[in-house]
């Protein structure tokens, strides 16, 4: 019975490219107790394998996170698949709002022990206690208020791109180290006012309205489905659009642009630019900004040295990394002394 992956990368590529065929991005999340994750986790890879599904999903005894791509002629089959799980029953799917057959080139489901990564301990709040969900309509709305905070429960490479007008970003490059920053940053508004949060797809907020109910925030809210769906109900219905740049995602496509603005600047030369890349030296893989000259000039590398180490023979920069671990840099999101023009 197959339960990983056959193909490689380059292989799958190939091979959606010679089909020629539709792929919809989704993403989709849910609490749930799941008693075996590991049996569960087989079954999904099992069924998924057979339509064709690749991305990136976890799954923990709190529930599942699932970012993937589905063959759109089997969008019905993977729907009626997900309806038959009593959980997942009717589950939010936020459809991207831009596709890449490409999007992701293999299946990986792995068993975790949270299905985002939180640092909080459970058992000590109500996680079922959460704010109040809100549509597109109604976050505008909130966002009028001069009683309302916003803040974005995002990391500071995502926020970096776009952002809802207003919103404070914090400086974090995790989601469990903005906890307890913003707890303390905002405690003085625990009374009377609304505390209005928004990530990419929702679920960081299902969690985090959790636990500032649970430490005293008297009026909380989240946007329902995130910024994706927001997206989307605000194309469908014509109201104002409040965010500004791009939307970072968790695929090959690295962002959906929301509006035109480019409030993003590139990280080595200063120009505006909102386009994140990896360094091309493989042993690094930096998650930079990088304007078009500057990928030129740099050969698609964050540094001089990367771009010495990227210009040799693919089996010389192998036997430069063997033995070593990876750099540091590879688990970095934009933080690196080489980056002139990381703010």
Not at 150 to 171: C, K, Q, W
Not at 175 to 186: A, K, N, T, V
Not at 199 to 221: L, N, P
Not at 266 to 290: M, R, S, Y
């Amino acid at each position: 019975m197959q339960l990983y992956n056959k193909l490689s990368a380059k292989e799958r590529a190939a091979l959606i490219e010679e089909a020629g065929e539709d792929r919809l991005t989704l993403s989709f999340y849910a609490y749930a107790k799941i008693g075996n994750p590991e049996l569960f986790r087989n079954h999904l890879f099992i069924a998924w394998d057979q339509m064709g599904v690749l991305g990136r999903i976890y799954v923990a005894h709190e529930g599942i996170n699932a970012q993937l791509s589905v063959p759109a002629q089997k969008f019905g089959t993977f729907k009626k698949f997900l309806d038959e799980i009593y959980f997942l029953e009717n589950v939010r799917l936020n459809i991207a709002i831009e596709h890449d057959a490409k999007a992701f080139l293999k299946l990986k489901v792995k068993v975790r022990n949270k299905i985002v990564s939180d640092g909080l301990n459970d058992a000590s709040f109500d996680v079922t206690n959460r704010g109040i969900h809100v549509d597109a309509e109604k976050f505008n709305t909130l966002l009028e208020d001069p009683d309302t905070v916003l803040v974005d429960m995002r990391n500071h490479y995502e926020s970096e791109i776009g952002h809802f007008r207003g919103a404070i970003t914090p400086d974090v490059d995790t989601f469990r180290d903005s906890l307890p920053i913003i707890e303390e940053d905002l405690k003085d508004y625990k009374e009377d006012k609304n505390l209005v949060m928004y990530c990419t797809g929702g679920i960081r907020c299902e969690k985090a309205s959790a636990y500032y109910k649970h430490k005293g925030f008297k009026k909380v809210f989240q946007l329902e489905g995130g910024i994706i769906e927001y997206a989307r109900q605000v194309e469908k219905q014509k109201l104002e659009n409040k965010f500004i740049g791009k939307n970072f995602v968790f695929d090959h496509r690295r962002s959906e642009r929301i509006s035109e603005d480019v409030i993003a600047h590139c990280h080595q030369c200063g120009k505006p630019c909102d386009t994140h890349v990896n360094c091309a030296n493989e042993a690094c893989h930096l998650l930079f900004i990088q304007c078009e000259d500057c990928g030129m000039e740099m050969n698609n590398c964050c540094s001089e040295d990367c771009m010495k180490i990227n210009s040799l023979p693919y089996e010389e920069q192998k036997e430069l990394r063997k033995g070593r671990g990876n750099s540091n840099k590879i688990f970095k999101k934009g933080r690196s002394k080489v980056l002139k023009y990381k703010t």
